[in-house]
């Protein structure tokens, strides 16, 4: 059973002109009746020598920091209605980011996918958080206008895809959700073990039946509003990317798994693709 979310990690850079991530985290927060953690790291340089060696001693003023987040906080929590903590650290931004999380025992962790130059590209801390996290991340992409109204889910009917559906379906029940499932047909004899007693036609017509009983049991358990199999050749990642693209959905969940001390292995590469270049928002749920 999906628990009820509590409790939102929110990670900005207090110096950036993009708020699209505390924007995100606030709505989230208000329409789950959550409490918001606010975090902003100092990265600091760990090369610096300290002062008895002769190096510059780095002072952060935590203080000025945490009344410039408040300032810029009331620009969105306005009538103060949503419960909201400030903490300022000092770290590296992936790991304080993480450690925090855990230590306030997050149910989601809200990031922005921005580098500098591009909003919508992942960079590369962002990237590293989402692979090394044993929860949630929500990767923030597009400017805030209104709660996710239509979600699409690619699956692979499998337990991790499943849950992902369910979390997004817990924390934003009015959304409408399409889950779509990539068909990798075969057109000639690449693998053998595959196709031993079956030709081709036959093995790719098996191949649509079990997708399509599949994604049948999957609307009807999970009261789906719909779904959808796409006949993808050799290229699957092409094909739900292309559907994605050309669809209107304005937030992509994917499924992972968290296997301590395996982090480079935490993403499938069809759910590292889609992450990366579609243009949508991204939940990543950590099964």
């Keep these: 059973m999906i628990k009820k979310l509590k409790r939102i990690v929110v990670g900005i850079d207090i110096f950036s002109k993009s708020n699209i991530a505390l924007e995100r985290a606030l709505m989230i927060a208000k329409n789950n009746n959550s409490e918001l953690y606010i975090v902003h790291i100092v990265e600091t340089p760990w090369l610096s020598l300290p002062s008895y060696f002769g190096g510059e001693e780095i002072m952060i003023d935590t203080q000025i920091l945490k009344k410039k987040i408040t300032k810029k906080l009331k620009?969105?929590?306005?009538?103060?209605?949503?419960?909201?903590?400030?903490?300022?650290?000092?770290?590296?931004?992936?790991?304080?980011?993480?450690?925090?999380?855990?230590?306030?025992?997050?149910?989601?962790?809200?990031?922005?996918?921005?580098?500098?130059?591009?909003?919508?590209?992942?960079?590369?801390?962002?990237?590293?958080?989402?692979?090394?996290?044993?929860?949630?991340?929500?990767?923030?992409?597009?400017?805030?206008?209104?709660t996710y109204q239509n979600i699409v889910a690619p699956t692979d009917f499998q337990s991790q895809s499943i849950q992902g559906i369910k979390f997004a379906q817990n924390i934003f029940p009015k959304a409408e959700i399409c889950a779509v499932h990539s068909i990798e047909m075969i057109y000639y004899m690449y693998d053998m073990h595959i196709s031993v007693g079956y030709d081709l036609p036959q093995y790719n017509e098996l191949s649509k039946e079990n997708a399509e009983a599949s994604m049948k049991k999957l609307i009807k358990d999970l009261s789906l509003h719909k779904g959808k199999n796409l006949d993808s050749d050799f290229e699957s990642k092409k094909a739900l990317l292309n559907y994605i693209k050309n669809a209107s959905y304005d937030l992509t969940v994917v499924g992972s798994r968290s296997i301590e001390g395996f982090a480079s292995l935490l993403l499938g590469s069809v759910s590292s693709t889609i992450l990366r270049k579609v243009k949508t928002d991204v939940l990543v749920y950590v099964a």
Excluded at 115 to 129: D, F, H, P, Y
Excluded at 133 to 144: D, G, I
């Design 75 to 146: 620009d969105f929590n306005k009538n103060n209605d949503i419960p909201c903590t400030i903490f300022v650290k000092e770290g590296s931004v992936v790991d304080t980011l993480l450690h925090e999380a855990n230590l306030l025992k997050a149910d989601i962790l809200v990031i922005g996918a921005n580098t500098k130059k591009q909003k919508k590209v992942l960079g590369t801390s962002a990237e590293k958080i989402i692979h090394q996290s044993k929860l949630p991340v929500l990767v923030v992409k597009n400017n805030v206008k209104k």
